[in-house]
């Protein structure tokens, strides 16, 4: 992605903080096209391709699409409120496709040495984990964000609480909360 | 649960959270006073979070991403990631210029700056366009999307031989019909110069319809230039030429491994690695370290096969043991040589199991007097102990493709589709598809389509298509499978011209369940297409008329189809029990009433309820179905005989088999009850045999026809054809009793009782004592003298009235034939309350069975109505 892109992403998280909606709208599938192309590149170097993490995606996105500007901070963890909400939407289709894959359900394809990419290694199911998430988010949103920006985007208490425009302290009670009534959901003892 | 009831609960645990665990007992005490329950929510949280890892959610996830749903490369539109690794990313997508689905591997973009890897991308994409053979993966496109390279594919689906692999060995037949398979696609590439030099579980694919496609010739060297491209070839001779090791450590030649120029021959050791793998379940080669397994290719022979697998034919192992020979100069010399030998072991018997798969009409090439000699010594010799082998000269190495037209089909077979669930128990769905399939193309006038229970013995059987063509007498064969998922459902169907042996068409179907009709209709029109017929109008109406049917109705209806065909007591019931579940599942679909109808007119043909029970019943529901879609031949077929048997009305049950026989004319069942219920019946009993025939022709092998053929030729008065016709039912395996039966009457009539003794008695031990054939043996007796034993049938059966029902006319004619009029008159009585009584005097006056009672008062009685 050029400097053109760059400076309209920047210019997007700004229009953002100031309000403008629409701007919100503009910004994801640039920002879903730069997570793409570095997973692909990513995939390409094999070194990296089976360890990368989201949240090292999320950032490097960041990076090479804001990082050279001065982009002013709350726009900054704009960002990574979008790349995360993203994040988990990609991890979880992909997850979807290689569950059906391994079942032997969906299209399975050549010419590749049958490495159909995994993404589990952090202990957690994912296809489980959202599933519990939107159960979640029925109950209290705000709580299936804290999640989304903690896991998917990799950002500490204090950017998930600016994100959020709430306190750290409230942040951490409910990020505690949360992962402890996912745990439970995804033993499935958790009644809904 | 409810957002305040979390909210509630939320609260509590924060508190919880802040105390030690010594403290929170006390506090939930108090804190959940009033509410018991949200403490134990509380406290089951609490508890889960003590077996919950430190980290739980605080790594991120790993991961690949691939190209959003939408995206447009060139004119395909993305769909789903379907793949990736090392060498790109494959995608599932729309092409949007020709409505079809693809596979779309892009190189990832850092990889098409890397000279070496794109060109070898490149090179994949040439050498594999270059090729165009079934078993080879078809390329279609070569484009460059954002600075990235792609490559179009068709869109396979199925498996890698690999991941087949990881589930063990494989039976012997199907192993001998992959690499027949991989065999043909090898000798298609090796034919334009090019050698894979990479083969291996990974890139060999199987599709659901059990085809074989061979993937990723990117690593090929093109042995011989292509027209125009000589440029490029010699800067592909110099990868190679380098002695760069290519190909997968495992599945390398010995002179690749050393780095020497390899050539075809290089495929056919692959291939032999490959054979020995999925026959073992292990690799030949196969050891710690790269290094050490090269050594083995090198220098050791891998563990014997024959210890590994004890059922393998000797044929095969030596195969196998060519194809693995270190030097090139003691393998196969060439893939058709190697594909021959495969294609002789298949024809032999010495495979255990039916042959499965084995795509017909594959001609190994030329074969040369040489090859031939060193071929029929080296492998085909042991295998021709036992059997003959056809020597194969063909013309054209892939006769499906070649110019002329489509041989002609007159007549069809639909064999058994394979139930490809992996679940026995969904038998009776791939048998019930057969059955309706069969049924869709019967309707189709212009060819003679095998009924149901003729190509039902094939469904073990081991025999070739064209031997089974041979006995059905048809020029072509539909095979294929039945794949059932949740609600989704996948047919594969194949055409095959059986005198020359060779593959017309074959096309996979995937539909909802709920379309299995439509879906039906779809596959018979498509083979009507395929063997150039031309339907009339009104067969494309009928062809197209299906609609939308409940997927738990439908099966309902297949599992009463199953059980109907059984032709027991226990069958029928259970058949009736399942029309009248799918009927409860969705009242209107019209072949649940059909299957009901035909299941209470089989239960009183074969005795086991009397006509007042099914008939009525029988006629209600094959005037519903008709309400539903006077479109069905088998409604139609229901109610003649209803009208003929049951009330007489020979004209409008004529009418009722004209109509179906029109609807559908290769429907076996109404050829054969029209010639028993009308033709025979009014006499006219040339076209009663003349229509007997047919349906025999329609439905060769089928015992029940083949019996009513005896009978109505005894109803004839021809007793000698009878017999032997009959006789010739029995040579050919009928265990039906009622084949015994009508012998035993054609016996009687040609006053040669001792012999029908013997056939009543053989009828008595198949059904186990049934009456109606109880009270034949009976008649039999008596009809030869021998009161005594006729008399104690007669009360055998008399007592066996009490709790069972017992044909009372039959039972009229056992008591005649002992002198026993009072009982008999009573029996006809009773005949007259389980059916019309004017259906019973009708046949009762020209029954000679009853002359003796003429004279009697009561039987004036009994005529007046």
């Known amino acids: 992605m050029g400097s053109h892109a760059s400076s309209k992403v920047t210019q997007l998280l700004s229009l953002w903080s100031q309000g403008e909606a629409s701007a919100r709208e503009k910004l994801v599938p640039l920002v879903y096209e730069e997570l793409r192309r570095l997973a692909r590149r990513c995939l390409a170097d094999q070194s990296c391709a089976h360890t990368l993490q989201s949240a090292d995606l999320v950032h490097e996105a960041y990076l090479r699409l804001a990082g050279r500007a001065s982009v002013h901070y709350q726009d900054r963890i704009h960002f990574f409120a979008v790349a995360a909400r993203m994040m988990r939407g990609i991890l979880v289709d992909h997850a979807r496709m290689s569950r059906a894959a391994k079942r032997g359900g969906g299209a399975i394809t050549l010419f590749l040495d049958d490495a159909i990419a995994s993404s589990q290694d952090t202990g957690v199911d994912l296809l489980a984990l959202n599933d519990a998430l939107t159960r979640l988010a029925a109950l209290d949103a705000r709580q299936t964000e804290i999640v989304e920006l903690r896991f998917f985007g990799g950002l500490s208490i204090e950017d998930t609480a600016r994100a959020l425009g709430i306190s750290p302290a409230t942040v951490k009670r409910e990020w505690a909360t949360a992962r402890l009534w996912l745990h439970n959901a995804l033993r499935g003892t958790v009644a809904t | 649960m409810t957002p305040e009831r979390w909210r509630q609960i939320k609260n509590v645990l924060d508190s919880a959270l802040e105390l030690t665990v010594a403290e929170r007992s006390a506090f939930l005490e108090r804190a959940c006073a009033s509410d018991q329950s949200l403490r134990k929510e509380v406290e089951e949280l609490l508890a889960g979070g003590k077996e919950m890892a430190s980290n739980f959610l605080s790594t991120s996830p790993l991961l690949h991403l691939s190209l959003a749903e939408g995206t447009r490369i060139g004119d395909y539109q993305v769909k789903t990631l379907l793949g990736a690794g090392g060498m790109g990313e494959v995608y599932r997508a729309r092409d949007v210029r020709l409505h079809r689905d693809v596979a779309v591997k892009v190189l990832p973009a850092v990889l098409g700056s890397d000279p070496d890897r794109l060109r070898r991308f490149e090179q994949e994409a040439q050498a594999a366009a270059a090729l165009n053979h079934p078993n080879i993966l078809a390329v279609y496109q070569l484009g460059e999307y954002q600075g990235s390279l792609y490559l179009v594919s068709e869109l396979l689906e199925g498996e890698t031989l690999r991941k087949r692999c990881e589930r063990g060995a494989m039976p012997v037949r199907i192993c001998v019909d992959l690499a027949s398979q991989v065999a043909r696609g090898l000798v298609a590439a090796h034919e334009k110069g090019i050698v894979h030099r990479d083969l291996k579980p990974e890139n060999i694919f199987l599709?659901?319809?059990?085809?074989?496609?061979?993937?990723?010739?990117?690593?090929?060297?093109?042995?011989?230039?292509?027209?125009?491209?000589?440029?490029?070839?010699?800067?592909?001779?110099?990868?190679?030429?380098?002695?760069?090791?290519?190909?997968?450590?495992?599945?390398?030649?010995?002179?690749?491994?050393?780095?020497?120029?390899?050539?075809?021959?290089?495929?056919?050791?692959?291939?032999?690695?490959?054979?020995?793998?999925?026959?073992?379940?292990?690799?030949?080669?196969?050891?710690?370290?790269?290094?050490?397994?090269?050594?083995?290719?090198?220098?050791?022979?891998?563990?014997?096969?024959?210890?590994?697998?004890?059922?393998?034919?000797?044929?095969?192992?030596?195969?196998?043991?060519?194809?693995?020979?270190?030097?090139?100069?003691?393998?196969?010399?060439?893939?058709?040589?190697?594909?021959?030998?495969?294609?002789?072991?298949?024809?032999?018997?010495?495979?255990?199991?039916?042959?499965?798969?084995?795509?017909?009409?594959?001609?190994?090439?030329?074969?040369?007097?040489?090859?031939?000699?060193?071929?029929?010594?080296?492998?085909?010799?042991?295998?021709?102990?036992?059997?003959?082998?056809?020597?194969?000269?063909?013309?054209?190495?892939?006769?499906?493709?070649?110019?002329?037209?489509?041989?002609?089909?007159?007549?069809?077979?639909?064999?058994?589709?394979?139930?490809?669930?992996?679940?026995?128990?969904?038998?009776?769905?791939?048998?019930?598809?057969?059955?309706?399939?069969?049924?869709?193309?019967?309707?189709?006038?212009?060819?003679?389509?095998?009924?149901?229970?003729?190509?039902?013995?094939?469904?073990?059987?081991?025999?070739?298509?064209?031997?089974?063509?041979?006995?059905?007498?048809?020029?072509?064969?539909?095979?294929?499978?039945?794949?059932?998922?949740?609600?989704?459902?996948?047919?594969?169907?194949?055409?095959?011209?059986?005198?020359?042996?060779?593959?017309?068409?074959?096309?996979?179907?995937?539909?909802?369940?709920?379309?299995?009709?439509?879906?039906?209709?779809?596959?018979?029109?498509?083979?009507?297409?395929?063997?150039?017929?031309?339907?009339?109008?009104?067969?494309?109406?009928?062809?197209?008329?299906?609609?939308?049917?409940?997927?738990?109705?439908?099966?309902?209806?297949?599992?009463?189809?199953?059980?109907?065909?059984?032709?027991?007591?226990?069958?029928?019931?259970?058949?009736?029990?399942?029309?009248?579940?799918?009927?409860?599942?969705?009242?209107?679909?019209?072949?649940?009433?059909?299957?009901?109808?035909?299941?209470?007119?089989?239960?009183?043909?074969?005795?086991?309820?009397?006509?007042?029970?099914?008939?009525?019943?029988?006629?209600?529901?094959?005037?519903k179905a008709l309400q539903l879609d006077e479109g069905l031949a088998e409604p139609h077929t229901a109610l003649a005989v209803v009208f003929a048997h049951y009330n007489g009305d020979l004209v409008a049950a004529e009418k009722e088999f004209r109509r179906a026989i029109e609807l559908s004319p290769n429907y076996a069942t109404a050829h054969q009850w029209y010639a028993e219920e009308v033709l025979s019946q009014s006499g006219r009993h040339k076209e009663a045999i003349a229509e007997m025939k047919l349906a025999l022709q329609l439905d060769p092998l089928s015992v029940a026809i083949s019996t009513w053929y005896g009978a109505i030729l005894h109803r004839a008065g021809e007793d000698d054809e009878a017999i032997a016709q009959l006789r010739k039912t029995i040579d050919a395996g009928s265990n039906l009793p009622m084949t015994h039966l009508w012998l035993g009457r054609a016996y009687v009539a040609k006053k040669t009782p001792g012999k029908a003794i013997d056939e009543f008695q053989t009828s008595v031990d198949l059904s186990r004592g049934q009456p109606l054939y109880l009270a034949s043996l009976g008649y039999g007796y008596a009809v030869a003298g021998q009161t005594k034993a006729a008399a104690k049938i007669l009360a055998q059966l008399t007592e066996l009235s009490a709790r069972k029902y017992v044909p009372a006319y039959e039972m009229a004619a056992l008591c005649v034939a002992v002198g026993n009029k009072d009982q008999a008159f009573h029996w006809l009585r009773k005949a007259c309350e389980e059916n019309p009584c004017s259906r019973v005097i009708e046949t009762l006056k020209s029954d000679p069975a009853f002359d003796s009672l003429r004279s009697d008062p009561r039987y004036a009685d009994l005529l007046r109505p």
């Open chain 2, 207 to 623: 599709t659901k319809d059990a085809r074989v496609k061979i993937l990723d010739f990117g690593l090929a060297k093109l042995k011989q230039p292509l027209q125009g491209s000589e440029t490029r070839v010699s800067t592909l001779d110099k990868i190679t030429q380098a002695g760069v090791v290519m190909g997968t450590v495992g599945y390398m030649s010995p002179e690749q491994v050393r780095g020497q120029p390899a050539d075809h021959r290089a495929d056919i050791f692959a291939f032999g690695t490959i054979l020995y793998e999925i026959l073992s379940g292990k690799r030949a080669f196969k050891k710690e370290t790269s290094a050490e397994t090269m050594v083995a290719i090198l220098k050791e022979e891998p563990p014997s096969l024959a210890q590994i697998v004890p059922n393998v034919p000797l044929a095969l192992l030596r195969i196998v043991q060519r194809c693995l020979e270190k030097d090139p100069g003691q393998r196969f010399q060439s893939v058709s040589d190697l594909g021959f030998a495969l294609d002789a072991l298949s024809d032999s018997n010495t495979i255990p199991g039916q042959v499965l798969n084995k795509s017909p009409g594959f001609r190994w090439g030329w074969i040369s007097a040489s090859t031939f000699a060193l071929a029929v010594i080296a492998v085909v010799g042991v295998v021709l102990a036992s059997s003959p082998v056809t020597v194969r000269y063909w013309r054209d190495l892939l006769p499906w493709r070649s110019t002329g037209s489509n041989p002609e089909i007159h007549s069809l077979a639909v064999l058994p589709l394979q139930n490809f669930s992996g679940d026995p128990s969904q038998e009776y769905f791939a048998d019930g598809m057969t059955e309706e399939l069969t049924a869709d193309l019967s309707k189709i006038g212009a060819v003679r389509v095998i009924s149901r229970t003729s190509a039902m013995r094939y469904k073990e059987a081991n025999k070739s298509l064209p031997e089974i063509a041979r006995e059905l007498n048809v020029d072509g064969i539909i095979e294929g499978s039945v794949e059932r998922s949740g609600n989704r459902l996948r047919i594969t169907a194949q055409l095959i011209h059986a005198p020359s042996d060779t593959h017309l068409w074959a096309e996979t179907y995937e539909r909802d369940l709920r379309d299995v009709l439509s879906l039906q209709d779809e596959v018979a029109r498509d083979i009507a297409n395929r063997i150039s017929i031309k339907l009339t109008p009104a067969e494309e109406t009928r062809l197209s008329s299906s609609g939308a049917v409940d997927p738990n109705a439908y099966q309902s209806y297949l599992e009463g189809r199953y059980y109907w065909n059984m032709r027991t007591e226990e069958g029928f019931n259970k058949g009736i029990a399942y029309f009248q579940d799918a009927i409860a599942k969705d009242p209107h679909y019209a072949l649940p009433y059909a299957g009901l109808a035909q299941s209470y007119i089989t239960l009183e043909g074969y005795g086991f309820v009397p006509g007042r029970q099914a008939f009525p019943r029988a006629e209600a529901a094959a005037l």
